[in-house]
């Protein structure tokens, strides 16, 4: 169950498989970071520990690929996509953007408040890239550092990494 009341899980980590590729699981390693972060920003909600849905772990031989993350990104509170050139050429990545913002429609709308249920973050810089994930309004953190991701563990990188549960929090 999910720290944030009435979903199941907390934030579905929406990124092109291109920017994982041929690292030591940088998504994954971002996805254990996020939660510490909402963890130790946020606490625990009822003793519940948040929530991060990615595909790499939550997908199973014989599902349906589809099915599976419309069903994750219907049960999620947020959605925060790792915006890159990669992502922007995805058309799965805008599939399941498109998916969510549908499902935001039938429950309550997209915004809370002033805040945006999709958080844009940075993983690689570019002009349409900046454009794409500032555009809506809703860029969070900047995790790029020229044409790589920051590293893990640096001030930098913890930095804008701390900007999400605050954004998160702001959804309650």
């Given at each position: 169950m999910a720290w944030v009341p009435k979903y199941f899980y907390d934030v579905f980590l929406s990124y092109a498989h291109a920017d994982n590729e041929g690292r030591e699981e940088w998504v994954g390693n971002f996805k254990a970071e996020l939660e510490f972060q909402i963890r130790a920003n946020l606490g625990a909600w009822g003793g519940r520990g948040p929530t991060v849905w990615w595909d790499e772990h939550r997908m199973r031989p014989g599902d349906s690929i589809r099915g599976t993350i419309i069903d994750a990104l219907e049960r999620s509170a947020a959605v925060v996509s790792l915006c890159s050139p990669n992502y922007l050429a995805s058309g799965y990545c805008m599939e399941e953007r498109a998916a969510f913002e549908?499902?935001?429609?039938?429950?309550?709308?997209?915004?809370?408040?002033?805040?945006?249920?999709?958080?844009?973050?940075?993983?690689?810089?570019?002009?349409?890239?900046?454009?794409?994930?500032?555009?809506?309004?809703?860029?969070?953190?900047?995790?790029?550092?020229?044409?790589?991701?920051?590293?893990?563990?640096?001030?930098?990188?913890?930095?804008?990494?701390?900007?999400?549960?605050?954004?998160?929090?702001?959804?309650?």
């Open positions: 549908l499902a935001c429609a039938r429950d309550n709308g997209i915004r809370v408040g002033n805040a945006s249920r999709l958080l844009n973050a940075i993983l690689r810089p570019r002009d349409d890239v900046r454009k794409f994930a500032g555009g809506t309004g809703s860029l969070y953190a900047d995790f790029s550092n020229g044409s790589v991701p920051l590293a893990f563990g640096t001030g930098a990188f913890k930095a804008e990494m701390e900007k999400l549960p605050l954004a998160l929090a702001n959804l309650l």
